[in-house]
């Protein structure tokens, strides 16, 4: 019967499968952690983590299982926040309106984008998605009225009827659960025929098109959905942070989706997730030890890339599910 | 003649000063296996690019079921009945045979814009896969990774790539290309089984096997159809001697094939 269930062929217990499950309990119980150690900062660094792990989730999708590697994703990540601030601004506060906003945004965003990008290949996708995010950048610091180059504050989280975000552990089980929610949803889309026709677009999109496929079409819409999801992670980090600046789009911080979706493994469901923890961890660890965590962070990224085919998640070894 | 399924008229196509097209005209009618036989850089591949719209001609028309498709686009062509094998296999290496195929069938069955439901799962695109991979003798290796497939295992991949999109017509470039004597013998087979049902257009340099299966054979020399005919008249055409069969191992094949009768 199911023939991607001989991904299973390990059995229940292999080291993926262990991994995996132990991560997510240890982040379901961070809260619990928090609470006895008396320790709020570890709820602000995971809420942190899974946020950025959703958007590191939506970049893999495209890149990991697209091939289209694009360096401008963290525009998304800032349309998203600058959605939830610029309303929360002018007084609309409901989450119900900011964070549909927050993902059509995006979607529109990723759909003009795509559609000029996905015309070029290679090194010029690159640089065009990094020119529209430098340009989304640009436009962001020239808004004066939402605070122009340095950001603005958003004095109220966003509302949800009862459900009261400012509240640290509600905060922290949403995005938990938006995390699980998406991971499930990136799953199923990548073992979807949508999934199969994006995956073999990219493994060889001129014997897509001679099979009968129009190849642009698809990835322009899995560039959309990726666009979404990542603007969805917007709207949690400016919640997160209560504050929204350009530097949420900064090119770097594009860059720092790309590490951490590579660092983790890109073929990988979990990838985005071990790279986002491994990455935001080291960062904060090392910014105890030196005042250059970079330093040491590129060497790494360096190692990681060259010697573990498959980033983390390759040192699990066995078969890949996606 | 039967009626034409194919239809090349003044096919032009200039590579700087090469003329890799030069005003090919032909017709494959329904159910012929049509062989292209020429020197290397003849122009052959070209042809089958242009008829698959992966390289658009400078001039001339192509008719597929006496419909004009000189501008349409790839995925369309293969979308109304024109399949083609690649001459180096052309393949989705992190996949396994059988997903290859499946990929195929799948562009043939309606949308892609299915986000949910498991692909690998769904026998109306599995079973269709797993026919095409028995018809080329792969049906045993179905489960296999790409990568572990043996050179004559992905010609064959490449055929039934081609047969699980249900072509009207199928145009081969090269398939033995590189094959072994026992591959060769059970692709000339497959390839006999597949006539009649099938229009085929072969691009071949194994002469034994173009004159065992061909009804008819066309020989393009330097982007030039200089002959066209059935085997026999091919084999006795002076212009073909002279230009191709005399010149190249042809001619040696081609007199072990005609040792029998002396």
Known sequence: ?322 | MAEALLEIDALTKRFGGVMASDAISLALSRGELHALIGPNGAGKTTLIGQLTGEIAPDSGRIRFEARDVTALPVYRRSQIGLARSFQIASLFVEFTALDNVALAVQAHAGHSFRFWRAARCEPELRAPARDALLRVGLAARADVPVTALSHGERRQLEIAMALATRPRLLLLDEPMAGMGPEESARLVETLRQLKGGLTILLVEHDMDAVFALADRISVLVYGRIIASGDPAAIRADAAVREAYLGEQDGVRREGRHEAPHG
């Open chain 1, 1 to 322: 019967m199911s023939e991607w269930r001989k991904d299973w062929r390990h059995g229940p217990w292999s080291p993926r499968i262990v991994v995996n499950a132990g991560l997510v309990t240890v982040l379901a119980l961070v809260p619990v952690y928090a609470a006895f150690a008396g320790d709020p900062f570890a709820m602000t660094l995971f809420s942190r983590i899974l946020i950025m792990a959703i958007a590191a989730l939506s970049l893999n999708l495209i890149m990991g299982f697209g091939g289209m590697v694009s360096f401008g994703h963290a525009a998304c990540l800032g349309i998203g926040g600058y959605a939830v601030g610029i309303l929360a601004k002018e007084g609309i506060g409901s989450g119900f309106v900011q964070w549909p906003v927050a993902v059509v945004a995006s979607a529109i965003y990723a759909l003009v984008v795509g559609a000029l990008c996905l015309r070029t290949r290679g090194v010029y996708f690159i640089m065009i998605t990094l020119a529209f995010a430098q340009m989304v950048y640009y436009v962001a610091s020239g808004l004066d009225r939402y605070g122009g180059d340095d950001g603005l504050t958003i004095y109220h989280r966003s509302q949800f009827g009862p459900f009261d975000l400012n509240n640290a552990t509600l905060f922290y089980y949403l995005c938990f659960a938006l995390l699980l929610a998406s991971i499930y949803l990136v799953w199923r889309i990548v073992n979807s025929r949508f999934g199969l026709v994006i995956q073999g677009a990219r493994s060889n999109e001129p014997r897509m098109r001679a099979v009968g496929f129009p190849t642009f079409r698809y990835r322009l819409v899995c560039f959309v959905i990726a666009g979404a999801l990542c603007g969805l992670a917007g709207a949690l980090l400016a919640n997160h942070t209560n504050f929204i600046s350009p530097a949420m789009m900064h090119w770097t911080r594009s860059g720092d989706l790309i590490v951490m979706a590579v660092l983790g493994g890109m073929h990988a469901m979990f990838g985005p997730l071990i790279g986002a923890m491994a990455f935001l961890l080291l960062e904060q660890g090392l910014s105890h030890v030196t005042d250059y965590p970079d330093l040491i962070l590129g060497p790494l990224l360096l190692i990681v890339a060259i010697y573990v085919n498959g980033g983390i998640d390759g040192l699990l070894g066995g078969p890949r599910r996606g």
